[in-house]
């Protein structure tokens, strides 16, 4: 996922949230200001209690920024690329480039996240006792206390996207030496556990609790999905790694003129070429943006004589861009969905070629085909 705001970099690793937070963020400051603290500490104005809860939300997310930065770090130290921590509706997510090397690795990576919680309960806990004379300010401690808590054995629900899922996979592909194969393991122990939330929630919308049963469900639901979505990329990763950029780029790749009409390159271009991507360039030659044929079809007829091809073209600057020899794997996690919008490929600065969600389509279906994926490896001691 790509924060929608990015606020900066920690430790050289940026940070931004996703807009689906401020629905919680706002939720964590009402409940406070409303529910905790008035009951857990009366006597207070109601400016008091809200000043103190949107500290409390703010204090909150930053929680969850040291969980995630945690698997980050650790990530790192293992030799993995972090392109960056977004904080979003479900808490937060690291996004990581390429995938550990090792069971072992996997573990402490996935690890570190429930430790850090508890270690952060743990400091709150401290500061609640420290600042008791302030009956206000311990109970927002206390809170922090009991969240922490409760978000660290949260994630220890063997379960994807949780970190529970990851060490049971962890622990699995070290039992049977096949990283596919635990991960496959796990995906199944989670959906128990995913029905098992979703039962949980259906009986409490019966019983009355409709809120607190649909959001139970709700996270079930998520929980099913996210198992299926883990359990896909596994093995598209496993028959795609070690396989280069290179043996699924298009190439050679025609670029055009970027003052170009659409109306002409609609009636002159288009027609010459199978492409349906062309990277478009400036006079001096370097590359402005791109454009796909998909887009410019879609304009009005009335427009497509007035407008140039930089006009409508996405800007380069926010298109991906890869090398010939990194392994098709690790691009696919490293981009996402951004392999949509096409992914540029550049050898010693020049452009060689692009790749297409078509284009790994097509060498997944070969290697599939022919069962060509690389043999595990043993299981480490």
Known sequence: MTPSIRLGRIFGIEVGFNWSLIFIFALVTWTLATTVLPVDAPGHGALVYWALAVAGAILFYLCLLAHELSHALVARSNGLKVAGITLWLFGGVSRLEGEAGSARAEALIAGVGPLTSFAVAALAF???????????????????????????LFNLVPAFPLDGGRLLSSLLWWRSGSRQRGVHNAVRVGRVFAYLMIAAGVLEVFLGQAVSGIWIAFVGWFLLSAGSAEEAGSTIRTFLRRVPVSTAMTSPVVTLPDWVTVQTFLESVAPAHSFTTYPVHEASGELTGVVRLSDLVRMPAGERSTKHLIDVARPIAEVPVTNPREDLAALIQRVGGGIEQ???????????????PADVARVLTLRQTLGDAPRSSPPEA
Request: net charge negative; aromatic share 10%.
């Open 126 to 152: 401290g500061l609640a006792i420290a600042t008791s004379a302030s009956a206000l300010t311990s109970d927002l401690f206390s809170w922090l206390t009991f969240v922490n808590l409760a978000l660290g």
């Open 342 to 356: 096409r992914v540029l490929v550049f050898d010693d600065g020049q452009l060689v070629g692009i790749v297409s």
